[in-house]
């Protein structure tokens, strides 16, 4: 089984920076992609960034493209995602998530073809 846990949630000023880190480990942890995904309260989940296994190709939601960037650490059992010019409706619960995919290329970028999922953690964008 594949364990995610996310850390990095917090309160922040409009215009500020965060940065969440997600460590994901498993019986073997090889060729998953990995996301974030947010949820703020009544709003389905959705998509703000995901990468590739091998690291190389990424995806981003329109709404944060430019101010959020997802990276995986050297050992790609990592990721983080960079946020930036934070806006109060960025508000919401962030979650990392892991899947499986024989192609160590391919990028997803939706709830369902994401199978492990942290706890999740709180960012909160104050006007």
């Known amino acids: 089984q594949v364990q995610v846990v996310e850390t990095g949630g917090g309160l922040v000023q409009a215009g500020g920076s965060l940065r969440l880190s997600c460590a994901a480990s498993?019986?073997?942890?090889?060729?998953?992609?990995m996301g974030w995904f947010r949820q703020a309260p009544g709003k389905e989940r959705e998509l703000v960034a995901a990468i590739s296994w091998n690291g190389r190709n990424t995806d981003y939601s329109d709404s944060v493209k430019g101010r959020f960037t997802i990276s995986k650490d050297s050992a790609e059992n990592t990721v983080y995602l960079q946020m930036s010019s934070l806006k109060p409706e960025d508000t919401a619960v962030y979650y990392c998530a892991a899947g499986y995919s024989a192609d160590s290329r391919w990028v997803a970028t939706m709830v369902v073809e994401y199978h492990y999922w942290g706890q999740g953690t709180q960012i909160t964008v104050s006007s």
């Open positions: 498993g019986r073997t942890f090889s060729n998953y992609y």
